[in-house]
């Protein structure tokens, strides 16, 4: 089996990024010199035999260790071991007279950073090492060898190699970043309405023209001309109950030691109420102050359509919420599975942070949710009375308008009752004077009857629009409502396929880091000697 195969049987794939082959002769290396420093004894199954070419007597350095040397004399036609000596000794061996100096039978070499050097020299020897060698590793990804070297090693070199794959994986691993939040639904816009709430107009009251002057009418039984009496908009203001946006303090970030996670980044979302500032002071100036019901219900109307407005203001400012809370518990966690391959101490504290980061959510949730309720029925409550003080106020109106209508024809008898006895009386002809009285009764019934006919032209179609507007924003927001209902399931669909990638990431880093370690021991174990004895 090839060492690139067996280097993935215990590391895993080994990614582009990573270069198996020099992890391999980096192994070679390191375990040719944790044998020269632990188990010395094993060095002569590490050496490979080099010689000089005469008349050389210098061997290229490779800076590993000589098992042995000897030089051959083709004069003497034998072979003799050569022995190591110091630099200085060296010089010495080679001067002419001295008591050190080296011959066929008693050569000797020096070891140094330029090569192994020996004497005596010349065309007549030839010069011979064993030499400790780390040579690379042959063919890594087919049938692997490696020159030189005990093949009861090659495991060694394969553990080596996959330890560094596998560091370059821990290196280089990162947790998925890429959560893609899907587009949370637009804002809701509102409908209003085009026509104006109408106003009743009384004509002007009944001016009798004056009697003739010669004449003497007894007017006594007849009663007051009638007036329309202005009919008053029945609306009992009540306030919702208080809203309390008092949020809990957002969590702070813990201060982490050990992790190289940058926390700096990650703010905890916060709850942005919105304005939910109704005016009524204005409702009540004209109901109690002025007493003007028509400007009443035309300011009534605008309250409604700025509750309606507010409502869905406060559900957008839900849905933002709601995103930025996802999104951070998302980074969260990919902070946590960060720390935890840092450290178990800064794991434990983003891991107590990510749980107060919950409550946090949870009871800002919670205060949405509770004034949202008190809200929405406060919005039914006040959507019902409305309506029914407008229906009132119309009927009310027309009522009004048929009263008059009633003691008009009451007070147009008594008259005609009077003027009939006066001339009966006394024979006086106040045909005329009966005909412009008439005249002034009959205008004023006749304006009366004009406007409230328009008067109820206009609430019907003002109702009209009204109920049609009233549809169309609920149309809205029920649509509205179910783009929510998408977005939420997306959102969960991405935060769920998130979350599985990242535990996924963090399950496989904490295999490499645990294999990591048992390679890492194995591999130290291979070059401890057993105690004797």
Known sequence: MSFQSRIVDLAGEIPGTADGEQFCNDGVRDVVSRVIRFIPGE????????????PSAVIAANGYPVIAAWTASSVTGASYPATRVSREQFVNAGRTGSIHLATAYSPVYTHDPSGVMFLPSGATYTHYIRQVVANTVTDWTGTSSIASFP??????????????????????????TDLSLPVAPSTVSISTTSESLPTFSSPPGIVLPDTPADADIDFSSVPSAPSYTAQMLALTISEPTTLTWRFPSVPVVP?????????????????????????YTQLETF??????????????????????????????????????????????????????????????ELQRYSGEVQAYTAEVTRIVQENQAIMSAW??????KSQSALGEYSADIQNESARVQLD???????????????????????????????????????????TNASFQSGMSKYTAEVQQVASANQSTL??????????????????????????????????????????KKQYDEMFVVPKEG
């Open 287 to 348: 109901l109690h102050t002025d007493e003007d019901s028509e400007l009443a219900a035309g300011e009534l109307q605008n309250l409604s359509t700025k509750l309606a407005e507010v409502q869905a203001n406060l559900q957008n400012a839900i849905n933002s919420f709601n995103m930025g809370a996802t999104e951070y518990q998302a980074l969260l966690q990919v902070a946590i599975q960060n720390a935890q391959l840092a450290g178990s101490d800064d794991a434990k």
């Open 43 to 54: 060095l002569r199954r590490f050496a490979q035999s080099k010689n000089t070419a005469p």
């Open 151 to 176: 093949l009861s090693w090659y495991d060694a070199v394969v553990v080596y190699a996959a330890i560094q794959v596998l560091h370059h994986k821990l290196v280089v691993k990162t947790l998925p």
């Open 478 to 519: 029920a649509e509205h409502q179910g783009r929510a209902a998408v977005y939420s399931t997306q959102l969960n669909g991405e935060l769920q396929d998130f979350g599985a990638r990242v535990q996924k990431a963090g399950l496989e880093y904490q295999w490499m880091q645990d294999q990591y370690q048992r390679l």
């Open 408 to 450: 008009l024809g009451i007070y147009q008898q008594a008259i005609n009752k009077a003027l009939s006895q006066y001339q009966a009386e006394t024979g006086y002809d106040i045909a005329k004077y009966r005909a412009a009285v008439e005249a002034e009764i009959q205008r004023y019934g006749q304006a009366l009857s004009e």
């Open 379 to 384: 919005g039914t409550e006040w959507s019902l």
């Open 255 to 279: 201060s982490l030691s050990t992790t190289t996670v940058d926390t700096s980044s990650l703010t905890a979302p916060t709850f942005v109420a919105p304005s939910v500032s109704i005016d």
